[in-house]
């Protein structure tokens, strides 16, 4: 399975891509990511992106292409991968379109992530504040300031690609505002629609992904089918035994009305004959 994760900064693509990874077992393949590891190591591609990334701008299409380039070729790419971050304008989701071509590779979707831009700033903050109390280092570029600017930069550079995406019949939009669960079961939802996944293969996965767990969480997640078979089976032995029901008081009513009718004939015969008699006695006298 082939797919880009599309969205702005905070949307969501990293956390969802990595779920996606645990998933299915496919790669997930971050240019921001593999572009701060060249800043790291100090490389010419890390020398070139530095200044741009801690300002907020987009590094040379060329040099993304071609690290996705030789990314795609590794053997544990083979299988599939997400591609989150990448492409982020016209020319480089050409270049991609090009370089699937080329190695006869199709992609299967393009997932965005719809997000309303406000809740982005307090979502990044967030973030920040989480890894700050985590220990761990912050991205240089998750400051207000310059997520504004990257917001500008995803604005004019990067939607575009939605209408390039829609008019190729790949694009799948979901709401990014949803929560992290919610979404990757929407995405799940959208990737078993367009056949990219198999019910079965991905119930294996699944399975192997998120074992099931031993706490009394997993003992109630795994009960829950058998009491909803017992609950089912319930309802069913109630629905047959009013239906039963049904029928039976009818005809005990029905049986009692025609006693009552039966009976109010006989009596009314009764009283007429016996005043009958009574005329006839009456006349012979
Ligand atoms: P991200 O982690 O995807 O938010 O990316 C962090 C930064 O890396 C971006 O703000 C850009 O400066 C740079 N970058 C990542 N991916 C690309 C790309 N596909 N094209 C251009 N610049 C990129």
Do not use: C, W
Request: glycine share 8%; net charge positive; proline share 5%.
């Amino acid at each position: 399975m082939r797919i880009i994760l599309l969205g702005p900064p905070g949307s969501g693509k990293g956390t969802q891509a990595q779920l996606l990874v645990q998933r299915y077992g496919i790669v997930q393949l971050s240019t921001g990511e593999m572009l701060r590891a060249a800043v790291a190591a100090g490389t010419p591609v890390g020398l070139k992106a530095k200044e741009i990334m801690a300002s907020g701008g987009l590094v040379p299409d060329d040099v993304v292409v071609g690290i996705i380039s030789d990314r795609i070729e590794q053997p544990d790419a083979k299988s599939g991968f997400i591609l989150d971050g990448f492409p982020r304008t016209v020319p480089q989701a050409e270049a991609l379109d090009e370089l699937l071509k080329r190695k006869h590779l199709k992609l299967d979707a393009v997932i965005e992530l719809r997000v309303n831009e406000s809740a982005l700033l307090s979502r990044v903050e967030t973030r920040v504040a989480q890894m700050r109390e985590r220990g761990e280092e912050v991205r240089l570029d998750d400051t207000p300031e310059v997520l504004t600017k990257r917001l500008a930069s995803y604005r004019s550079q990067t939607e575009p690609l939605i209408h390039y995406y829609s008019e190729r019949r790949k694009l799948s939009t979901i709401d990014g505002m949803m929560t992290i669960d919610e979404v990757t079961r929407a995405i799940h939802r959208q990737l078993l629609a367009l056949g990219a996944i198999e019910p079965k293969t991905h119930a294996r996965s699944a399975a192997k992904a998120a074992p099931a767990k031993k706490g009394k969480a997993g003992k109630k997640a795994a009960a829950r089918p058998a009491k909803t078979a017992k609950k089912g089976a319930k309802s069913v032995k109630k629905a047959t035994k009013s239906a039963v029901k049904g029928p039976k008081k009818a005809a005990k009513k029905a049986s009692k009305k025609t006693v009552k009718k039966a009976a109010k004939k006989t009596v009314k015969k009764g009283a007429k004959k016996a005043a009958k008699k009574v005329t006839k006695k009456r006349a012979k006298r």
